[in-house]
């Protein structure tokens, strides 16, 4: 019986033991950290042997393949003994991939991933294909699969899964755009990171398709070094000769097999100028899996995007509330920030990733009436935007972020949370600072109305 070993409890690990063990194999789990209570009693069930707050090496060199969590680097001690010992490790997306005859869609980039993912899949099952939504988004896929496969598979891929792929092949490859984010695990090194992305397109055929964002010259330099030569559909928010799809005239336009498609971006549920972007790969990728152009307006101006990602909370005094908590680094702020014209007051700051804010002077000058900086270290935060943002304050207290806010908005004004920075230092990640954010915007609304405050 082949043994499967899986290294983390999170989404993927759970996914793929349960996988594992209802294709037959020997499955064991190992986790560094606690395992949750829940995922415990379903391994104690389906008779799958675990560990955590440890990894026992021993029993892990007894493994005919290892799947591993995306966060563990293939730098870690562990996994390099493994590797080494011919051990073949891999990533849950890899390892489902055994198991399904559907055709993917993979997307990945710096910024964008989750809400072009689900406006593709929201393209796909709208025109009624048989499509399944997962990678990094939603359940793992390996934990899809244990209830049945799909004729597609639309995927949000990150760098850290990508490193994991050995013959996982989309049949339709996105790539949004290329930007400094995780260098910490690329050495520093944004070519490395950026031949990561491309890597998605390695086992790719030349039946199979390329969508990429061709204004950006990370992309173009990292294509030049691919591997395989799928068909290429290069976009642009431009029309040139070569694109596929673009911007003219106020709407999208697409080239597919029947001809030339178009629609009014004011018929669209998604703002902004990188979402115009979005919304033309997502599109482009639905056309090339088949999808009807005359399904494709209504299914926009239905869409509703993730939590978190510039979602409207509330209007409070004539004041409007968005969390962008997604925003966790500077090229993700500048896309909501640009999104708005509307006096602005910023909440941001968290854990600086190395971040270089004066990409935003820009964006803030004229538009941002006041900053106030939420983290336990601001500094970098008020010496970048002193004297570019009329007022900067700060606090560790969401609630008082937002009072202030009340207090320093006019009807008209809009309070955007789009932190630029990771969550780690006041919040658990960035959907509980989100969520955080969310229900004090929801009891300061009540307070209002019950002129409490």
């Not at 482009?284 to 869409?303: E, R, S, Y």
């Not at 008082?400 to 320093?408: G, I």
């Not at 908005?409 to 006041?426: E, I, K």
Request: charged share 20%; proline share 4%; net charge negative.
């Amino acid at each position: 019986m082949k043994k499967t070993v899986v290294i983390g409890s999170g989404e993927s690990g759970f996914g793929a033991a349960l996988l594992a063990q209802m294709q037959g194999h020997r499955v064991f789990v190992s986790d560094a950290g606690a395992i949750a209570a829940e995922k415990k009693a379903v391994f104690r069930e389906k008779g799958i042997a675990f560990e955590e707050g440890t990894h026992t090496v021993a029993e892990l060199l007894t493994a005919d393949t290892v799947v591993k969590s995306p966060g563990i680097p293939y730098a870690n001690p562990i996994i390099v003994q493994l590797k080494a010992a011919g051990i073949p490790v891999i990533d849950e997306l890899e390892f489902a991939y055994g198991y399904s005859r559907g055709k993917v869609i993979a997307i990945t980039g710096t910024n964008g991933k989750t809400t072009t993912t689900l406006l593709t899949y929201h393209l796909l099952r709208s025109a009624g294909l048989n499509v399944g939504l997962g990678g990094n988004v939603g359940q793992s896929w390996a934990l899809q699969l244990c209830e049945g496969d799909r004729d597609w598979w639309v995927l949000e891929v990150s760098s850290f899964q990508i490193e994991g792929l050995v013959t996982f092949r989309p049949r339709i490859a996105v790539l949004l755009n290329i930007t400094p984010d995780h260098l910490d695990r690329y050495s520093n090194d944004l070519s490395l990171y950026a031949a990561t992305k491309v890597q998605l397109s390695n086992t790719m055929q030349p039946e199979d398709h390329l969508i990429y964002y061709d204004s950006d010259a990370n992309i173009r330099q990292a294509l030049a070094r691919k591997k395989s030569q799928p068909g290429e559909l290069p976009y642009g928010l431009e029309a040139r000769p070569a694109r596929r799809a673009h911007v003219a005239a106020g709407k999208l336009q697409v080239t597919t097999d029947a001809g030339d498609w178009y629609w009014p971006i004011e018929d669209m549920a998604l703002k902004g100028t990188h979402n115009l972007a979005n919304s033309l790969a997502a599109v482009l990728a639905a056309t090339t899996a088949g999808v009807p152009a005359n399904t494709l307006g209504p299914a926009l101006k239905t869409f509703v995007n993730a939590a978190h990602r510039m979602e409207w909370v509330a209007a409070i005094n004539g004041i409007q509330f968005v969390n962008d908590s997604k925003g966790t680094n500077v090229d993700a702020t500048a896309f909501a920030l640009e999104a708005y014209n509307t006096p602005l007051i910023w909440i941001a700051g968290g854990v600086d990733k190395g971040n270089d804010y004066s990409q935003l002077d820009t964006l803030v000058q004229g538009r941002v009436q006041v900053l106030i900086c939420l983290g336990r270290d601001n500094e970098k935060l008020k010496s970048n935007f002193g004297g570019k943002i009329p007022e900067i304050l700060e606090t560790q207290d969401i609630h008082q972020a937002l009072r202030w806010a009340l207090e320093k908005g006019t009807p008209g004004s809009l309070v955007l949370l789009s932190p630029a920075c990771a969550s780690f230092d006041l919040f658990k990640n960035y959907e509980d600072r989100g969520n955080q954010f969310k229900e004090a915007v929801k009891q300061l609304k009540t307070a209002i109305e019950n002129g409490e405050s």
